[in-house]
């Protein structure tokens, strides 16, 4: 009888398929298990149960009621351990009391799209204007190596690993450039071996590979993100894309057709053709197009989260060195993120580090003001820098709100912002996983 001989490198690459299989079932086990997604870099707390008590404050705990005046907020170790009206929370004997008299205590500030390269001074200035937690879309591991090495405080940090990016790309040591569906498959899993808590799409990946991206996300219950350039925004949501970077990710699903295609050409022959094309194509948008309307119900409808961006792109009237078709193109920018919240879509605060008309360090402050005057109230603003984001972040169980359990990351604002939002200039106080941040400390 003859017997075919085994083939044992078939053998040998089953069983290891089989092992592999394996380990992504128990991944997936531990993930389902654990659901809320982790930073890179867990602060330390404080290393006593010591109370600390801060009294006599507005209370603006996130989650978009009013305000809350006279309120009381307990701090055991590193978790909220109470929240309410003064004359129905105790204080412990010998807590060490901050008073808020004048003042708004809110959750600590979550910016979901922040760039930065092995800066910890940076960081460390972030964190001292509010913002406890951040989002880095894009950028490689290696970029926060330096975060290891920090002797000051830094924000929490979640990364994505480099961006998934098209032949021949656009920032090379920022991406990784996808070869096939397979490759995408090792890529994401090797992220979330190194910490990676979502997935960040650039604008040269075609549309082909999306699901292919979406369902390995989902296998690891990690979020994708995208900056759309190239690839209409409604055909991405349709595969399935719920996280949208920068307003004008939605250019070229809202424009004319033929100014779309005009402006898709441009980018293809020269990526820097955008940094200009965008202004023009968004200053032709008739924003009342049933086009406009179809491509927003589209975006409620599958709950997709938008985070503009918007300082980084504006631009005002009136200004010297501002064309008149840029001024228009940002007013339509503007008043698209108005239209958004409105049918609601979940608008989230990223700063994207800079801004035209904003202080150095304080672009997140900015983009704020920019909600309200695309018409969103103060409250709602304060929500979507709070626990909009930590959905978005998939940690709303840990932080965004101040709530009993909750981390205690948490902010001391001079003033209301709940009826002036320009109060979140006037940060008193800053408060990481329990312990008041030393703003004035130096960093290396």
């Given at each position: 009888?003859?017997?075919?001989?085994?083939?044992?490198?078939?053998?040998?690459?089953?069983?290891?398929?089989?092992?592999?299989?394996?380990?992504?079932?128990?991944?997936?086990?531990?993930?389902?298990?654990?659901?809320?997604?982790?930073?890179?870099?867990?602060?330390?707390?404080?290393?006593?149960?010591?109370?600390?008590?801060?009294?006599?404050?507005?209370?603006?705990?996130?989650?978009?009621?009013?305000?809350?005046?006279?309120?009381?907020?307990?701090?055991?170790?590193?978790?909220?351990?109470?929240?309410?009206?003064?004359?129905?929370?105790?204080?412990?004997?010998?807590?060490?009391?901050?008073?808020?008299?004048?003042?708004?205590?809110l959750p600590g500030l979550i910016d979901s799209h922040l760039h930065?390269?092995?800066?910890?001074?940076?960081?460390?200035?972030?964190?001292?204007?509010?913002?406890?937690?951040?989002?880095?879309?894009?950028?490689?591991?290696?970029?926060?190596?330096?975060?290891?090495?920090?002797?000051?405080?830094?924000?929490?940090?979640?990364?994505?690993?480099?961006?998934?990016?098209?032949?021949?790309?656009?920032?090379?040591?920022?991406?990784?450039?996808?070869?096939?569906?397979?490759?995408?498959?090792?890529?994401?899993?090797?992220?979330?071996?190194?910490?990676?808590?979502?997935?960040?799409?650039?604008?040269?990946?075609?549309?082909?590979?999306?699901?292919?991206?979406?369902?390995?996300?989902?296998?690891?219950?990690?979020?994708?993100?995208?900056?759309?350039?190239?690839?209409?925004?409604?055909?991405?949501?349709?595969?399935?894309?719920?996280?949208?970077?920068?307003?004008?990710?939605?250019?070229?699903?809202l424009a004319d057709p033929e100014d779309a295609r005009t402006f898709?050409?441009?980018?293809?022959?020269?990526?820097?053709?955008?940094?200009?094309?965008?202004?023009?194509?968004?200053?032709?948008?008739?924003?009342?197009?049933?086009?406009?309307?179809?491509?927003?119900?589209?975006?409620?409808?599958?709950?997709?989260?938008?985070?503009?961006?918007?300082?980084?792109?504006?631009?005002?009237?009136?200004?010297?060195?501002?064309?008149?078709?840029?001024?228009?193109?940002?007013?339509?920018?503007?008043?698209?993120?108005?239209?958004?919240?409105?049918?609601?879509?979940?608008?989230?605060?990223?700063?994207?580090?800079?801004?035209?008309?904003?202080?150095?360090?304080?672009?997140?402050?900015?983009?704020?003001?920019?909600?309200?005057?695309?018409?969103?109230?103060?409250?709602?603003?304060?929500?979507?820098?709070?626990?909009?984001?930590?959905?978005?972040?998939?940690?709303?169980?840990?932080?965004?709100?101040?709530?009993?359990?909750?981390?205690?990351?948490?902010?001391?604002?001079?003033?209301?912002?709940?009826?002036?939002?320009?109060?979140?200039?006037?940060?008193?106080?800053?408060?990481?996983?329990?312990?008041?941040?030393?703003?004035?400390?130096?960093?290396?």
């Open positions: 009888m003859n017997v075919k001989p085994m083939n044992t490198v078939k053998l040998s690459n089953n069983i290891v398929f089989l092992l592999g299989l394996g380990f992504l079932c128990l991944t997936n086990l531990a993930f389902a298990q654990n659901p809320s997604l982790l930073e890179v870099n867990p602060p330390e707390g404080p290393s006593n149960d010591q109370v600390r008590a801060i009294v006599n404050v507005r209370l603006i705990d996130g989650l978009g009621g009013e305000p809350l005046e006279n309120a009381v907020v307990l701090v055991k170790g590193n978790r909220i351990l109470e929240a309410g009206p003064a004359n129905q929370v105790t204080v412990p004997e010998g807590a060490e009391k901050t008073d808020g008299t004048g003042m708004s205590l930065n390269v092995n800066n910890n001074k940076a960081l460390h200035a972030i964190l001292t204007n509010g913002v406890t937690t951040v989002r880095d879309p894009g950028h490689p591991f290696r970029f926060y190596q330096s975060l290891h090495f920090a002797q000051a405080k830094m924000p929490r940090v979640y990364l994505t690993g480099a961006h998934l990016d098209g032949y021949p790309g656009v920032y090379l040591d920022q991406a990784a450039l996808v070869r096939s569906t397979d490759h995408i498959q090792t890529l994401i899993k090797d992220y979330v071996m190194q910490g990676g808590t979502g997935i960040k799409i650039y604008f040269r990946l075609p549309l082909k590979y999306y699901e292919t991206v979406f369902r390995t996300a989902d296998f690891y219950h990690i979020p994708v993100v995208a900056h759309l350039e190239l690839v209409d925004a409604d055909d991405a949501i349709l595969a399935g894309l719920q996280g949208i970077e920068h307003i004008t990710s939605f250019g070229t699903s898709r050409e441009g980018v293809q022959a020269d990526n820097n053709y955008r940094r200009e094309g965008r202004y023009e194509l968004w200053s032709k948008i008739d924003l009342s197009d049933e086009r406009v309307g179809q491509v927003l119900a589209l975006a409620a409808k599958n709950k997709v989260v938008l985070s503009p961006t918007l300082a980084t792109f504006e631009r005002q009237f009136g200004d010297d060195d501002v064309k008149e078709y840029q001024a228009k193109g940002f007013q339509n920018m503007l008043d698209f993120v108005g239209m958004a919240h409105q049918v609601g879509v979940a608008i989230v605060t990223g700063s994207h580090n800079h801004g035209k008309y904003a202080q150095a360090g304080l672009a997140y402050q900015r983009e704020m003001e920019l909600f309200v005057e695309a018409g969103m109230s103060p409250l709602e603003v304060i929500s979507s820098s709070t626990i909009h984001n930590a959905r978005y972040f998939r940690t709303q169980d840990r932080l965004g709100s101040i709530e009993p359990g909750k981390l205690a990351d948490l902010i001391l604002v001079e003033g209301d912002p709940s009826v002036d939002i320009k109060a979140m200039y006037a940060i008193e106080k800053v408060m990481l996983n329990g312990e008041w941040v030393d703003r004035d400390e130096v960093v290396e």
